[in-house]
């Protein structure tokens, strides 16, 4: 992957002011490394419901972010492939760790008093499972799964309704990702949308979606969450 070789500031958005007050984090890529985990799972699933061959795992991660249904339906697979690869998630969820520095990140974030929320692609029961089985899930104020919207991202109802629960307003909020989707759900619901580049992700198409700040590193985060005003 071909990262910048610098780190843009905001540009644009609403003036100056209070420091951040909320961030709201995608999951899967962003604070956990559950790339191998979810192949897996994929694999599996693809082998029980469709059978033999080759099981489309590029296809499936270039559309990573989105509902796992969503995905089906774009890749013309069967909604069926849902319940092994729900199984194989929760039976290999021991497996996902978070990326290196994550843990210190949020608590770091916590200890400050900035509210945090996740709003994830995966269903919501499973998102606070492999939270609370990572030790974390207390250090957010909800987890929202794509299950619990009206329309799941790149539409911004996820994003609106964990900023409506924790209280805050949008033009006070961070929206934090590694896919395309994340920021067009953070920008549609008015926050300011941070870009992250540690994950196996498309990083070109990332970059030229126009993040407001892109991070290379959890601790470029966490700079950034804690100096900027928004």
């Not at 559950?34 to 469709?50: G, H, L, N, P, T």
């Not at 559309?63 to 697979?77: E, V």
């Amino acid at each position: 992957m071909t990262l910048p070789t610098s780190t843009p500031t905001v540009a644009g958005g609403p003036p100056a002011g209070r420091p951040v007050q909320a961030v709201v984090f995608d999951l899967d890529g962003v604070l956990v490394d559950s790339s191998a985990v979810m192949r897996e799972a994929f694999d599996i699933a693809y082998a029980e419901v469709v059978g033999d061959g080759p099981a489309p795992f590029e296809e499936y991660n270039r559309h990573m972010g989105r509902y796992f249904p969503d995905i089906m339906r774009l890749m013309g697979l069967p909604l069926e492939m849902e319940e092994p690869f729900v199984r194989e998630s929760y039976r290999l969820a021991p497996q996902v760790p978070l990326f290196p520095g994550v843990r210190e990140l949020l608590h770091s974030l916590h200890g400050q008093g900035v509210r945090m929320a996740i709003a994830t692609g995966k269903s919501g029961p499973r998102a606070r499972s492999l939270l609370e089985l990572l030790g974390v899930l207390h250090l957010f104020g909800h987890v929202i799964g794509s299950d619990e919207v009206p329309r799941p991202k790149p539409a911004p109802d996820i994003v609106l309704h964990a900023l409506d629960l924790l209280g805050v307003p949008a033009e006070r909020a961070l929206m934090v990702g590694d896919a395309v989707i994340d920021l067009a759900s953070g920008r549609d619901a008015g926050t300011t949308t941070v870009a992250t580049t540690w994950h196996e992700g498309d990083c070109a198409a990332l970059l030229a979606a126009g993040p407001d700040f892109v991070a290379h590193t959890p601790r470029e985060l966490l700079t950034y969450c804690l100096a900027v005003e928004v």
